[in-house]
């Protein structure tokens, strides 16, 4: 089984930044990626940003040039970076990683609890 543990989360003000953290525990072989999505209330659940174990990154339209997601180096814990923060980034933010836990296993998606973000001044 695979854990993903978020932190980070909290109230900022608009232009404000935040770094959200997930670390991934359990058994795990590989995280062929690890991603954040976020859902705002009354909306539909929206993939935020990613990355792939290769390094290959994907971010949402509007987040582009204002977030940064990373990985550490033993690729278990997934970073984003938010900067220039705005009220519409209001949202609880997910973390997921797509996991492998035997060399020969197939992927799949594990999930945080959730943090929230709340920009507002």
């Known amino acids: 089984q695979v854990q993903l543990v978020e932190s980070g989360g909290g109230l900022v003000q608009p232009g404000g930044s935040l770094r959200l953290s997930c670390t991934a525990s359990?058994?795990?072989?590989?995280?062929?990626?690890m991603g954040w999505y976020r859902q705002a209330p009354g909306k539909e659940r929206e993939l935020v940003a990613f990355?792939?174990?290769?390094?290959?990154?994907s971010y949402l339209d509007s987040v582009k040039g204002r977030f940064t997601i990373a990985t550490n180096g033993a690729e278990n814990t997934v970073y984003l970076q938010m900067n220039s923060l705005k009220p519409e980034d209001t949202a609880v933010y997910y973390c997921?990683?797509?996991?492998?836990?035997?060399?020969?296993?197939?992927?799949?998606?594990?999930w945080g609890q959730g943090t929230q973000v709340t920009v507002s001044s």
């Open positions: 359990g058994t795990i072989f590989t995280n062929n990626a």
């Open positions: 990355i792939t174990r290769g390094g290959s990154t």
């Open positions: 997921h990683a797509d996991t492998q836990t035997t060399e020969i296993g197939r992927t799949e998606r594990y």
